[in-house]
């Protein structure tokens, strides 16, 4: 058996519904019709790139080395003098691999053969088997495509990636293909915009060839084909400089792209745009935790809190918990020890959770989160606030409102990023029926490892639906 994973970058599960249902996306209606869909939670961030990992690691991304798009190596291990800051927007996109945890083995590194198409993460995929792979030209495209907002290039971009799949389909144990332009539409025209559906139907004339001519050589009973995305998107209409809420503060401060500072004392580091990693007394090496910040740095925590921009802030105590603050619905207390979670309401329920958790499974927890505003928030939030690379602070922003006003070249008209419902969300379109529900994005790589044959490593954070 072989599997194909194919990722429509930033779609909704009620856009990618709604396609359907007006006769734009005839394959996929029939893989709707015939595996069924889902909707499944991704990661937090819900952003590209990190939210990649859960799919061809079975991880989420904190722990395996990439919290955000941005972030700051307050260790001075990974990252380079002078500002020890990382971006993968732009030339240091080429560090995810080494970026990510060298204990953590891809799919591609765990199944030889297998192909990826504009994959953020490459680790084990043989140069020949790196479709679309960066490359000078490639960079090139990209760059102008990013800086000059010229939209109609994804456009062409993704069918060059839906030829390429649909030549090597079927040839390879697993393939995995990102198809990006419908985030990047998404992004300038909002999640409901005609080229975002001209997007879809490139997906969907991608998914149409790969089964015709798989039927054609018998071999469509022997593929599993998944249709998902990383993140969902909301609209956004106010745009936090966040990086000057801080410096207004009255601290010195790092931040993309200015990243040259004089002895800065806190980074701010935005991705998505509507979640941020804000990192405080930078002269130490070590995370400060809550109890351990300056007094400046425990007083930034109530300004953050105070901007209607911010929903919920997250504040890691040690090793185990991390304090939820939400301006309008008190705080609570998440802790992850080993495999089970605990939810404690203080004086609120910023999860609205409307109960308190006591040592619950991960499944539990999902359970207990899905009908609320902020799916799998519990266990998102305990996985991400331990993270060695993650923030002091981190912030999840409020419904339109993100937290980058400046050097976006395209005005962002939707946005995602935070725990919010609408970008935790993505749809799952499966060409045949599962074993059991799929819960997680990150649920696909072992379920792939299964249908191939191959053995699941211990310790990932997804299930098997099969």
Request: charged residues 20%; aromatic residues 6%.
């Amino acid at each position: 058996m072989n599997v194909i994973v194919l990722l429509a970058d930033g779609v909704r599960p009620d856009t990618l519904g709604g396609a359907i249902d007006a006769g734009a996306l005839p394959a996929l209606a029939r893989l709707r019709a015939e595996g069924g869909r889902h909707e499944i939670t991704s990661t937090f961030p819900s952003v590209t790139g990190p939210a990649y990992a859960p799919f061809l690691v079975g991880r989420y991304p904190g722990p395996v080395g990439l919290p955000g798009i941005r972030w700051y190596d307050r260790s001075r291990t990974t990252c380079r003098f002078p500002d020890y800051a990382r971006s993968y927007v732009g030339y240091q996109l080429a560090y995810v691999n080494s970026d990510l945890d060298a204990a953590s083995p891809t799919i591609f590194e765990l199944v030889p053969g297998s192909v990826g198409a504009l994959s953020v993460i490459t680790r084990g995929l043989a140069a020949r088997d790196r479709l679309m792979a960066l490359s000078p030209r490639s960079a090139l495209r990209a760059a102008l495509t990013h800086f000059a907002g010229t939209l109609d290039t994804m456009l062409n971009v993704d069918r060059e990636i839906g030829d390429a799949v649909a030549a090597r389909a079927g040839r390879t144990p697993y393939l995995f293909a990102a198809f990006g332009a419908a985030d990047k539409m998404a992004h300038a025209e909002g999640h409901t915009a005609s080229r975002v559906i001209d997007a879809l139907r490139i997906v969907d004339a991608t998914v149409a060839q790969v089964r015709h001519d798989l039927e054609r050589r018998g071999e469509w009973e022997q593929t599993r084909l998944w249709v998902s995305s990383d993140h969902g998107h909301s609209a956004v209409t106010r745009h936090e400089d966040l990086a000057r809420v801080v410096a207004d503060c009255g601290f010195r401060v790092l931040a993309h792209p200015l990243v040259l500072r004089i002895r800065p004392e806190v980074a701010v580091m935005v991705s998505g745009n509507a979640m941020a990693h804000v990192y405080v007394d930078l002269a130490s090496r070590a995370r400060p935790f809550l109890g351990g910040m300056t007094e400046r740095s425990r007083a930034l925590v109530d300004q953050l809190l105070a901007r209607p921009s911010v929903d919920l802030l997250l504040a890691t105590n040690d090793g185990t918990t991390c304090t939820v603050y939400s301006q309008t619905r008190g705080h609570a207390v998440v802790e992850r020890e080993g495999g089970r979670f605990s939810y404690r309401r203080h004086d609120g329920d910023p999860l609205a959770i409307g109960t308190d958790l006591a040592d619950v499974s991960s499944s539990s927890a999902s359970d207990a989160c899905l009908a609320t505003p902020y799916p799998d928030s519990v266990v998102q939030i305990a996985h991400l606030a331990q993270a060695d690379r993650s923030g002091d602070i981190i912030l999840s922003a409020a419904r339109g409102w993100d937290f980058r006003a400046r050097f976006e070249p395209t005005p962002h008209v939707s946005t995602h990023g935070t725990l919010l419902r609408d970008h935790m969300l993505v749809p799952l379109l499966a060409s045949h029926p599962p074993g059991r529900t799929p819960r997680r994005t990150a649920d696909l790589m072992p379920s792939a490892l299964a249908a191939i044959g191959r053995s699941v490593p211990a310790g990932l954070d997804g299930e098997s639906f099969f």
